[in-house]
């Protein structure tokens, strides 16, 4: 009887040792990347970021070119559209060089309607004031006449006669008077607003 006790227990005893007898379980592989694999993804951030920084200097040098571009258009802008005309001895009548100018500034203010002018008109010295002051006035009327017929409105434009007060050249010769029959162009509003496209 006593060793039908004993049998039980000892025999689960024995199954238990047996079962815990024997070579231990291999180590589990290692989870993870290895050193080679950390080394590659290491040369592919590297190479993202060298990229990345080379496209953002790439759209700055861009940008700055373009910016650049857009500055040097405006000033080319304004020196066309503050660029003198010149007549002919006591005429008043526009000259085909300077319709060219004219034409050009007309683009220039058919896209920038902010902008407000100062037509200056001038004579030489030969005449009486009174003549000069009366041909000068003529002179910035037929540019506004001109511009007018482009479609750009007249109220944009204002007009001053100096007559012969304000010599560009001093001299009593042809190539002085020359330069001194002439409109000039004074831009009186919108000067930051002008747009080179036409």
Not at 107 to 130: F, K, N, Q, W, Y
Request: hydrophobic share 45%; with cysteine; proline share 6%.
């Amino acid at each position: 009887m006593i060793h039908r006790r004993l049998v039980g227990p000892a025999l689960a005893a024995a199954l238990i040792l047996a079962a815990c007898g024997g070579d231990p379980p291999p180590p589990p592989q290692p989870v993870g990347p290895t050193a080679e694999e950390l080394e590659q993804m290491r040369q592919d951030s590297i190479r993202a970021a060298e990229e990345a920084a080379r496209l953002a200097r790439e759209a700055a040098e861009a940008a700055e070119r373009e910016r650049a571009a857009a500055e040097a258009a405006m000033r080319e802008a304004r020196a066309t559209l503050e660029e003198m005309v010149f007549f002919d001895y006591d005429e008043s009548t526009l000259r085909a060089d300077a319709e060219a100018v004219l034409r050009s500034k007309a683009g220039i203010l058919r896209a920038s309607p902010a902008v407000r002018i100062r037509i200056e008109g001038h004579a030489d010295e030969r005449g009486s004031t009174e003549y000069n002051i009366a041909l000068g006035n003529a002179r910035a009327e037929a540019v506004r006449q001109f511009f007018v017929s482009f479609g750009i409105d007249a109220g944009r434009f204002d007009m001053v006669s100096y007559g012969e007060e304000r010599p560009l050249a001093m001299g009593s010769n042809e190539s002085s008077w020359a330069r001194n029959r002439r409109a000039e162009f004074v831009l009186t509003a919108g000067a930051d607003q002008i747009n080179p496209g036409m």
